[in-house]
């Protein structure tokens, strides 16, 4: 077992990429989050975990403005998000995100769902973004698929053609939700495969999931999400040998 | 093997058509109304039956009062229509030779039968591109053409066959409206209608999901409005009522009456398909939208590019059977005396020659609509087929 704390891969710069303070979310009369504080740094690489509705994909998906902060501050790259945020699609562009359901664009070919962004939003010629595509197809493993339809691919193989789409946007920062949840046991395997490698290039990257195997090898860092807040963080030892708190305790108990 | 086959076929028989006493003699009577029907209409069509009225109306029935010596203007459209016809079987439907032949055979005998020196050569140099078209696109490959690219050409041609046509009825002085008749004006009344709507409809889907309120209260008011009257009183309504509303203002009290019933075609068939349009919107999950925004797509590019064509496809069979509703819809503007396919019929049976022949008239225009719905339905399940798996 590698241990991310003696892993010195990738943190080249103490640069924080993301800095929240207090953020928080209501839906309705109900609080979603209540009051985030954390910071993560370039080339870092987070796992979120935590009991059901406790608001790890809300959190995630206030990074990328998919979903609104109430209150509270959220800087990417030194930007601040909120209404008036210039240009939110650049914003976007910059935080890639690979969802667990896949939400590939079903009548789309595998190639023109990774290159349709690129074109639209890089502007980038129909060649460069189907040469780009390519790569990013080789990269995740999947070349010969290029000219079918997510419906013809697997599980597994469509989730990373999820990955290589938001890959082509050439993000400063992956987020990730439950992507392997949804998948059969065979395919899990696959999927991290390709998302260790990308940890393992310097991606800075979020990612909620219970896979703590993948976990141990590639975060530099754990956050334990319950009811809205972070109720501990820390390194791999740290959280799991020695957690401070008996909700984090509990819950490991319970998934590991 | 033929062993084989019979003995499916005689099983297959024996145990749905005969498999108890109340299954047998419901088989028997069956059976015995359809072979009456069979030949009382065999009977009909080949020995009772007097086509003359139909032979001597056929232009009438076709074209209505179609300047005569200007039909000319028809032949391009007829002619690439044939082709894409021609190029759309060989791309998208998978028909064997014994079908082909069959088909060919039937429209030979039709335009056999009915005309005569120059239009039945048109027709025949139509039918030939026809096949033509069907042979060349089979062999495709020869050419170095790929795939995708033939494809793009049949779509834009069928695009392009409407304006085409406009524009060829249109120049060096041109046919009005008021003399398009017969089949040929539900023809072009339900492309109109149908091109329309398409254009339109799908906008209007859009404004009543718009999160702009003075966008979307005045698309739920029109969708609302036009829905809650049936067409015949909005064709009424273009016909009596607007002239005497409308003053001389910009002569719109002169408009023809076909581009009247044009416009209201379009705007009836604009507010069903954006129902139509809306349900296909609902019926696609969040996550496609979201997917868009995450990966920095804008409102324009999320809606063109992923929205729009995923939700008209979940809901063709629906716009289909509203293409096909309209397609006989169109027989309405009968009632504001245009010589359309129905008002010909009805020309041609107050013929004082043809007394009572008006069985013979019926039928041949009741297989004109049966035609043109019964493509549209296999057009439509054609491409329910192909788009489930996601090609095109
Ligand atoms: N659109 C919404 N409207 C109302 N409540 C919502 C909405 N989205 C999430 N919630 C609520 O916010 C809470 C946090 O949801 P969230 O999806 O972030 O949880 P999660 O930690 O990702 O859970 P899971 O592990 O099940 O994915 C839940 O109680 C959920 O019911
Ligand atoms: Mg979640």
Redesign the pocket.
């Known amino acids: 077992m590698v241990n991310k704390d003696n892993n010195n891969k990738n943190i080249t710069t103490n640069k924080k990429i993301i800095i929240c303070e207090n953020v928080e979310k209501w839906?309705?009369q109900?609080q979603?989050l209540k009051g985030i504080t954390t910071s993560i740094k370039e080339g870092e690489v987070v796992v979120i975990f935590?009991p059901?509705?406790?608001?790890?994909?809300?959190?995630i998906r206030t990074l990328n403005r998919l979903e609104p902060h109430d209150k509270g501050s959220i800087k990417i790259d030194g930007i601040e998000i909120n209404d008036d945020v210039e240009d939110l699609e650049k914003l976007r562009s910059n935080v890639g995100m690979v969802f667990q359901q896949f939400n590939l664009f079903p009548h789309l070919t595998v190639l023109r769902n990774i290159s349709l962004a690129p074109q639209k939003v890089k502007n980038l010629s129909k060649k460069e973004s189907e040469g780009l595509a390519f790569e990013l197809l080789e990269r995740v493993g999947i070349p010969e698929q290029a000219y079918k339809f997510p419906g013809q691919l697997s599980g597994g193989q469509q989730q990373r053609v999820a990955i290589a789409r938001a890959l082509a946007m050439q993000p400063k920062i992956m987020l990730f939700d439950?992507p392997t949840s949804a998948l059969d046991p065979e395919m899990i395997k696959e999927v991290l495969e390709v998302m260790t490698k990308l940890a393992k290039s310097g991606m800075t990257m979020i990612v909620?999931t219970h896979e703590m195997g993948f976990g141990k090898e590639v975060a530099d860092r754990f956050i334990f999400?319950d009811e809205g807040l972070i109720v501990e963080e820390g390194t791999a030892k740290q959280v799991f040998n020695n957690p401070k708190e008996e909700r984090t305790k509990l819950f490991l108990s319970q998934i590991l | 093997m033929i062993n084989i086959k019979t003995n499916n076929i005689l099983f297959w028989i024996k145990n749905n058509l005969f498999n108890d006493l109340k299954g047998s003699i419901l088989t028997v009577i069956g059976l015995y109304i359809a072979i009456l029907i069979f030949f009382g209409l065999f009977k009909f069509i080949f020995i009772n039956a007097d086509w003359e009225v139909v032979i001597v109306n056929f232009r009438l029935l076709i074209l209505g009062r179609f300047p005569i010596g200007q039909e000319w203007r028809l032949i391009p459209s007829l002619i690439l229509s044939c082709i894409l016809i021609g190029m759309s079987i060989s791309i998208w439907s998978k028909l064997n030779l014994i079908k082909i032949i069959l088909l060919i055979l039937i429209l030979y005998i039709i335009f056999a039968v009915f005309l005569s020196g120059f239009a039945s050569l048109i027709i025949g140099i139509a039918i030939i591109s026809g096949c033509l078209a069907y042979v060349l696109s089979n062999s495709y490959v020869l050419f170095k053409i790929k795939l995708n690219l033939l494809k793009k050409i049949t779509i834009y041609g069928w695009i392009l066959l409407l304006p085409l046509t406009l524009i060829l009825l249109n120049i060096n002085g041109g046919v009005g409206t008021e003399r398009w008749g017969g089949v040929f004006l539900n023809i072009m009344l339900a492309a109109i209608g149908i091109s329309g709507g398409i254009i339109f409809g799908p906008l209007l889907a859009l404004g009543r999901n718009s999160n702009f309120k003075s966008i979307k209260y005045p698309c739920i008011a029109y969708i609302e409005f036009i829905r809650a009257a049936p067409l015949i009183g909005w064709l009424f309504l273009a016909r009596f009522v607007l002239p005497t509303l409308l003053p001389s203002l910009f002569e719109l009290n002169k408009i023809d009456i076909v581009i009247r019933a044009m416009i209201v075609l379009v705007g009836f068939s604009s507010a069903y398909i954006a129902e139509i349009v809306r349900g296909g919107l609902q019926s696609l999950p969040k996550g496609q939208r979201e997917a868009g925004m995450a990966l920095g797509l804008n409102e324009f590019n999320i809606t063109w590019f992923i929205i729009i064509p995923q939700a008209i496809r979940a809901v063709i069979p629906a716009l289909v059977s509203q293409f096909i509703a309209l397609w006989k819809d169109t027989t309405l503007v009968y009632a504001l005396s245009l010589t359309e396919l129905l008002g010909a019929a009805n020309a041609a049976v107050a013929q004082p020659d043809f007394v009572g022949k008006q069985i013979e008239v019926f039928l041949f225009i009741a297989v004109i609509f049966w035609t043109f719905s019964y493509i549209m339905s296999r057009i439509s399940s054609k491409m329910e087929t192909r788009l489930g798996l996601g090609k095109w």
């Not at chain 1, 059901?52 to 959190?59: I, L, N």
């Open positions: 839906y309705g109900f979603a935590g059901s509705g406790s608001g790890k994909s809300t959190f439950e909620v999400f």
